[in-house]
């Protein structure tokens, strides 16, 4: 048996535990409660994380592993990164983690996880009236936001609901690691190169050791 069955067999069990509709009020109410990331504007895949935290906190450690300047969300026999994306036909695109640490993650453990939780999701209306009540509650707007305006007055509609419909739980070896997408991301701010991360199409999720869980 490989040593992260025992987590699957654990998570298998307690992710059902997780709610699965999540009112972007209540949510980000929740959260702010929790004070767990209640500003972020995707505030969906952050409460994705808390709730997954929230059933799992005694059977995993919070967070896994650090390699260099990445850590890892959570580690069992191994380390775990949770991800959520919002429902797509075709095409399903997930960023993974940090290429470097996620290859360390692999040298450590044999294998590294993801834990991927898919959700139907619902945009804001064309008054924006959700993301005004989200600046609101932050007592305004963000200095990452005034910045952001000054360069570009598109802004994306904002998630107000979310309904999670499966987790796919996702392990990797070393050798499929060629079979991964990277993702080249520029530069930061003092002019560094970004690292590269992996990308998993989730059209080719059969080419990988997976369970998916029904909601």
């Not at 699965?20 to 409660?33: A, P, T």
């Not at 890892?72 to 994306?85: E, P, V």
């Not at 960023?95 to 044999?110: F, G, P, Q, R, T």
Request: hydrophobic share 35%; proline share 1%.
């Amino acid at each position: 048996m490989y040593k992260f069955n025992k987590d699957i067999e654990i998570l298998e069990k307690e992710l059902q535990k997780i709610p699965k509709y999540w009112d972007g009020k209540q949510s980000i109410l929740e959260l702010k409660e929790a004070d767990y990331n209640w500003r972020q504007m995707e505030w969906w895949a952050f409460y994705f994380e808390y709730q997954v935290k929230k059933v799992s906190n005694e059977y995993f450690q919070f967070p896994g592993d650090r390699f260099g300047s990445v850590e890892f969300d959570l580690k069992g026999k191994i380390n775990w990164d949770l991800k959520a994306t919002a429902l797509k036909t075709n095409n399903q695109m997930i960023i993974l983690n940090d290429k470097i640490a996620m290859e360390h993650s692999i040298a450590e453990n044999k294998f590294h996880g993801e834990i991927i939780g898919v959700c139907d999701v619902e945009y804001n209306d064309i008054n924006r009236s959700f993301q005004k009540w989200h600046t609101e509650l932050k007592g305004g707007k963000s200095n990452y936001e005034i910045e952001r305006e000054k360069r570009t007055s598109l802004s994306r509609y904002r998630k107000t609901k979310a309904e999670i419909t499966e987790i796919i739980l996702v392990v990797f070896k070393l050798k499929d690691l060629p079979k991964l997408s990277l993702m080249k991301q520029g530069r930061n701010s003092n002019g560094s190169n970004r690292n590269v991360k992996y990308m998993l199409n989730i059209e080719n999720i059969d080419d990988f050791t997976h369970k998916i869980m029904s909601l």
